[in-house]
């Protein structure tokens, strides 16, 4: 059956001074109507740039592979081609709801102008969508509010009306890159059941790009962990949690503070930093701050430095690129491409 997003192979390539950047260096998942997939890694693993390859906006950049919605190919529309199927059939939200707001026009006619442009409605109709989105994203007098500006708007109320603004023209999948991060917790909590319950009306597809885990627990139905431009682990949330099996994916959740025990829980984050992507990685690019290699026997060690590891499937749903993974013996297996 043909996934709402299918991605395969994806390579984005930027050109800069030090040399060719691998952004992305080859990762594959699918989205499913109604799922969300998380997709996880710190800053510089290639997850927004991921991101905005999807939704064709990376001008400057070489992106080769596929990319599919709902069967049709992306790769190679014309601008003109592919703002009419981002408009229709994706959206996308930011971490700085402000970017996405224009500061001069009232919240009210900016949905009502996204509106407009997507399904030619009339002024008055799409103002009156324009007021109902308001409110089904939780705003409070929605008919008032419409008619403020962004900057008469909390942070959280921002991110609701961008959410309106984007649900507005109906997509089938929604790309949210950080869309809590620059909220506090109580805010952030409530933009996710949101997001969560809007889709489960609708039917979306979420695309989550976060760096934190605690999201991706909160949301997500499926999980690929980037590292380096690579997928390290991919895996049904629950499965991930339980039982990390690549060791960047292990520290990520060692360094997560302990709810039933935060004071006795410092940070134990991962020592050392991402690796620079402007040259080609030949093994692993996690090595170099891999404890699991460092403990590892002299050929493991070379392998790591020297062999890529490739994705392979261990049980249902789970994808791990490592030479050692953190997983009992047995549960390799063929491993079915992750679904989301
Ligand atoms: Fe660590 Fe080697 Fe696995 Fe990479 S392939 S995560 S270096 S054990
Ligand atoms: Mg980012």
């Known amino acids: 059956e043909t996934p709402l997003l299918g991605v395969r192979d994806l390579r984005v390539q930027f050109d800069a001074p030090a040399g060719t950047v691998r952004a992305v260096d080859g990762i594959s998942f699918t989205v499913e109507a109604g799922r969300t997939l998380g997709l996880v890694?710190?800053?510089?693993?290639?997850?927004?740039v991921t991101s905005l390859a999807v939704m064709g906006l990376h001008r400057r950049a070489r992106v080769s592979g596929s990319i599919a919605l709902a069967g049709r190919e992306?790769?190679?529309?014309?601008?003109?081609?592919?703002?009419?199927?981002?408009?229709?059939?994706?959206?996308?939200?930011?971490?700085?709801?402000?970017?996405?707001?224009?500061?001069?026009?009232?919240?009210?006619?900016?949905?009502?102008?996204?509106?407009?442009?997507?399904?030619?409605?009339?002024?008055?109709?799409?103002h009156r969508q324009a007021v109902d989105m308001l409110g089904e994203v939780g705003i409070p007098e929605p008919a008032r509010r419409a008619g403020e500006f962004p900057h008469q708007f909390?942070?959280?109320?921002?991110?609701?009306?961008?959410i309106a603004m984007a649900l507005s023209c109906e997509p089938d999948l929604l790309i949210a890159d950080e869309p809590t991060t620059a909220l506090d917790v109580t805010v952030q909590a409530q933009i996710l059941e949101l997001i969560a319950r809007l889709q489960e009306q609708r039917r979306l597809g979420v695309l989550m790009i976060t760096h934190d885990l605690g999201v991706v627990a909160r949301v997500a139905h499926e999980v690929l962990v980037m590292y380096g431009g690579r997928a390290a682990e991919q895996a049904p949330v629950d499965d991930l949690f339980r039982q990390p099996a690549h060791p960047y994916t292990r520290g990520l959740l060692d360094s997560l503070p302990r709810l039933d025990d935060p004071d006795d829980a410092p940070l134990r984050a991962i020592p050392g930093s991402p690796p620079s992507l402007a040259a080609p990685i030949p093994g692993c690019p996690f090595a170099p701050r891999c404890s699991r290699a460092a403990g590892a026997d002299a050929g493991v060690r070379a392998r790591c430095a020297g062999e890529r590891p490739e994705p392979v499937g261990h049980g249902t749903g789970r994808l791990v690129a490592c030479h050692l993974p953190l997983l009992p013996s047995g549960t390799s297996g063929?491993?079915?491409?992750?679904?989301a």
Do not use: C, N
């Open 334 to 339: 063929s491993g079915a491409p992750l679904t």
């Open 41 to 48: 890694g710190e800053s510089g693993s290639g997850k927004s």
């Open 154 to 162: 909390s942070g959280g109320m921002r991110q609701r009306a961008v």
């Open 74 to 126: 992306l790769l190679g529309l014309s601008d003109q081609q592919l703002s009419r199927v981002r408009g229709r059939r994706m959206a996308m939200v930011f971490q700085d709801p402000l970017s996405a707001l224009h500061p001069a026009y009232t919240v009210g006619e900016q949905i009502a102008e996204a509106h407009r442009r997507h399904f030619g409605a009339g002024r008055r109709a799409a």
